[in-house]
């Protein structure tokens, strides 16, 4: 049995993360064996992949988030040919759509998502998806490239409606819950949370971001991830063992660099 939990999207390379090695100490402490380190611009893959190769517990997920479009470019994706077949590079993330902030480019986003899932199908690495206002769009263009997803992939803090968990099962992906699933007033979700199939669960922080219940305003780091475990492990009327065990092998079946 798998006693160990995996934050499968975490920011170690935020900055606000100055003392590395206390908060990969507390992850331990709190089941947390193995971090992945998402990128979102060509800076933070640099980093994260810096913090992969230094820590034997954080792996790394190189990508350029839709909001940094700008920063797709050649030499990331040199930067990306080089590292692919890195062990500890185990995603291309974070990819995908958001319609969240005004003057946003429609076009711009859409372009480097759909290369970027190229991208990934050529070096054979999975996808983590972010999605933010724009979930019709980022299943439109999931499903038109479904070619691209042999590799699998995630849906980072996942938001919609059955109807959307639905088609991503279609399309061989899983969800990632965060801590907003802890939130008292998050009814939607935790009533979706009830119906999602067991198999397309994992678990992450997106720390610094979304810090479970009761530390909400406090900065969000991976030993909080068994918060959100908890959470769902009784919204699913199954035991906090059994749940992390589950998520654990899910999480090894696509990022397989993991095992």
């Known amino acids: 049995m798998n006693e160990f939990l995996i934050d499968v999207h975490a920011h170690l390379n935020d900055e606000r993360y100055n003392n590395l090695n206390e908060t990969l100490k507390n992850a331990k402490q709190s089941k947390v064996e193995k971090i992945i380190c998402v990128s979102y611009d060509f800076e933070s893959s640099k980093k994260a992949l810096k913090l992969s190769t230094e820590n034997e ?5 190189i990508g350029i988030h839709p909001n940094n479009s700008g920063f797709f470019s050649q030499d990331f994706i040199d930067f990306l040919t080089k590292n692919y077949q890195n062990k500890k ?22 372009n480097v998502f759909i290369a970027q899932l190229k991208l990934a199908d050529t070096f054979g690495l999975p996808v ?11 299943l439109e263009i999931l499903t038109e490239h479904r070619n691209l997803l042999k590799n699998g992939g995630i849906m980072h803090c996942f938001k919609g409606s059955f109807e959307n968990l639905r088609k991503v099962g279609e399309l061989g ?12 007033n998050a009814i939607e979700t935790q009533e979706l949370i ?8 994992l678990f992450e922080t997106d720390c610094p971001y979304l ?17 959100t ?24 079946k696509i990022f397989k660099k993991l095992k």
């Open 194 to 201: 009830e119906k999602v199939p067991l198999d397309m669960i």
């Open 89 to 110: 590079v185990v995603a291309i993330g974070e990819i995908g759509l958001d319609y969240h902030y005004e003057n946003f480019d429609k076009e711009k986003q859409r």
């Open 229 to 252: 475990v908890q959470k769902t492990a009784e919204l699913k009327d199954i035991s906090f063992q059994k749940m992390m065990q589950i998520s654990t092998e899910n999480c090894c």
């Open 128 to 138: 983590q998806v972010h999605c933010r206002n724009a979930m019709n769009d980022t």
């Open 57 to 61: 517990n954080i792996y790394a997920a």
């Open 211 to 227: 810090t479970p219940h009761p530390y909400r305003g406090k900065i969000n780091e991976p030993k909080f991830l068994e918060l």
């Open 173 to 184: 992906l899983k969800i990632s819950v965060g801590g907003v699933v802890t939130f008292k």
